[in-house]
């Protein structure tokens, strides 16, 4: 390849894309996820918490399996919200003042 040519590759190779429905990205796949896979597992979690537990009596073992279930939702909401960096930052300073 001549010397023009390579010059032409490297600024196209340079250029940002152009917004429009070719580019390819994850932000739909994100955004569906968490419109609608959660809520739904959210769903689900609370109905077998009711259906295994509530209908027996046994209130205790469903509130030990509701503190997990928070759990579990603190850890995606940090997850989702990238919170989790000030958090960090937050404990270190504990530590160091």
Known sequence: MTTPTLSALMELAQQQPQPGPTNVGTGGVQNWILDN?????????????????????????????????IVALAIIGLAVTNAGEGIGRWIASLFTG
């Open 37 to 69: 896979v959660i809520p739904l597992l959210l769903l689900v979690v609370a109905l077998l918490l009711l259906w295994l537990g509530g209908g027996k009596g046994d209130n205790a073992g469903v509130m030990r399996r509701l503190g997990g279930v």
